[in-house]
């Protein structure tokens, strides 16, 4: 199994290509679901990190969904040979969030798998119009901020709800004036991956 598709970050994030792989790009329709569980899902995952041809990486960033799930501990394993730099947790200012993000702490400082820092997603919106600032998902325990002072860890920003992050995606258009906090997530990831 050799797959990949080169996608274009706008350089107002970073200034060089990406690749990406998606379970998407092997589905028959967009419709289709993917209910695996164990030993199928572990070798989807392995067949991404072993087997899809990514050329020469600078980096090598893996988005998976919230939690401590198998899903995880499967990339942790399987890319410890690689001497896996750092993970970046993200959270938004709800306590539930935030409660899952501990337990991500935890999973990770058990693995012995450095945190780079963490990133507040929808931390507020800015109406384009008026630019009044509202707090969507009002931080009753102080956020993102607050865990981040509790654990020890940096919080590398906190990123704005961006309706043109969606439109962007949704479409496939690139280079949309997107908010700088995107910048500086990738500014501090390549300063603590390169450091």
Request: charged share 20%.
């Amino acid at each position: 199994l050799i797959i990949w598709r080169a996608i274009c970050i706008s350089e107002a994030v970073v200034s060089t290509q990406s690749t990406g792989m998606s379970i998407d790009f092997l589905l028959s329709s967009e419709e289709d679901a993917v209910i695996w569980r164990g030993a199928k899902k572990n070798g989807m995952i392995k067949d991404f990190l072993s087997s899809v041809d990514w050329g020469e990486l600078d980096y090598l960033v893996i988005d998976t969904p919230p939690g401590t799930s198998d899903e995880h501990l499967a990339i942790v394993s399987l890319l410890k040979q690689a001497k896996i730099t750092g993970t970046v947790l993200v959270t938004t200012p709800q306590e539930v969030s935030l409660g899952d993000v501990r337990k991500e702490i935890n999973f990770c400082r058990k693995l012995r798998l450095p945190v780079i820092g963490l990133v507040e997603n929808m931390a507020r919106y800015e109406c384009p119009k008026c630019r009044t600032v509202s707090e969507i998902f009002p931080a009753t325990s102080g956020g993102a901020q607050a865990l981040a002072d509790s654990e020890g860890m940096p919080l590398i920003c906190s990123i704005p709800v961006c309706p043109q992050v969606g439109q962007s995606g949704d479409n496939g258009v690139e280079g949309l004036d997107i908010p700088t906090e995107y910048g500086i997530l990738v500014e501090q990831v390549i300063r603590f991956c390169d450091g």
